[in-house]
């Protein structure tokens, strides 16, 4: 069965940075497009980032743009997610998504159980 395990989350004052992790197992992530959401208490669910697996090509929203860096390591078969001047406003359950293809799809076949960042002083 397909697994994907996001780890990396915690406590961070704002202006901190994090780097989450999403870590692919029983399947080779080469050849998926993985994608960071996040859902904080009360509103929706919200898309982040995106990497292709063709030419690693990134997706961000317009909130996290110039502060989150989405990465890949193919021999890791992991996914990053560098999230640096973090503000409270970031405070959400952060997910990983995976689907086979290479551009970042409008959904997801392969969901993590989510990793929990709190921006806070």
């Known amino acids: 069965q397909v697994q994907l395990v996001e780890s990396g989350g915690g406590l961070v004052q704002p202006g901190g940075s994090l780097r989450l992790s999403c870590a692919a197992s029983?399947?080779?992530?080469?050849?998926?497009?993985i994608g960071w959401f996040r859902q904080a208490p009360g509103k929706e669910r919200e898309g982040v980032s995106c990497?292709?697996?063709?030419?690693?090509?990134?997706y961000y929203a317009d909130s996290v743009k110039g502060r989150f860096t989405i990465s890949r390591d193919n021999a890791k078969n992991t996914v990053y997610l560098q999230m640096n001047s973090l503000k409270p406003e970031d405070t959400a359950v952060y997910y990983c998504?995976?689907?086979?293809?290479?551009?970042?799809?409008?959904?997801?076949?392969?969901w993590g159980q989510g990793t929990q960042v709190t921006v806070s002083s």
């Open positions: 998504a995976a689907r086979f293809g290479s551009s970042c799809p409008t959904s997801y076949n392969y």
């Open positions: 029983r399947f080779t992530l080469d050849y998926y497009a």
């Open positions: 990497i292709s697996s063709s030419d690693g090509s990134t």
